[in-house]
């Protein structure tokens, strides 16, 4: 189905060049001489590019077959990430290039977002924040406390986090996956 420029908002999902996009930033400019437009920034779906585009104002554009599907992460083969449909009860193999950097705060059971587009998943998407056991840190120095000091952390799912000084192996944190940076200390 064909959109207008006067029909786009943040989160359109639209192609181009046969590339599925969703718009980041929109503006319609109305100059003093000749035709108004509208400004945009879009998001390649599959890449993560973003590119700053300019539509007359009235142009149409397609806008991409798109699918949100609630999934859980089940387990991995070998190379293979296995998700599960959690209306459907279908298993769908993942490569590890599909999953890209979503991979390492994957833990079972995780509930994510997969993006399917003219049937094949393009992206995963996380949740804001997860909850992982750390697994593997240093012990922090008597005495060195000084404000902000971190430490490297290895938590259950493989990453590796900056955590402050006076988290230990064993204990539970949150991380905020879209920085990959630790938020707290979870009871």
Known sequence: MAVDTSQFRNGLK???DGEPFTMTYFQHVKPGKGGAFVRTKIKNLRTGRVLDKT?????????????DK????????GEQLVFMDTSTYDQIPFSAEQVGDARKYLK???????LFWRGKPINIELPSFVEAVVSQTDP?????????ATKPATIETGAIVQVPLFIKEGEKIRVDTRSGEYV???G
């Not at 539509?55 to 699918?67: L, N, Q, T």
């Not at 079972?108 to 997969?114: I, K, R």
């Not at 922090?140 to 000084?146: E, F, N, P, W, Y």
């Open 184 to 186: 707290e200390r979870v």
């Open 108 to 114: 079972e059971n995780l509930d994510v977002d997969v």
């Open 55 to 67: 539509f007359r104002s009235g142009e149409k554009v397609d806008e991409a077959e798109v699918e």
């Open 70 to 77: 609630r999934m859980q992460f089940l387990y991995m083969d």
């Open 140 to 148: 922090g120095m008597k005495g060195d406390t000084a404000s902000g």
């Open 14 to 16: 639209i192609e181009i």
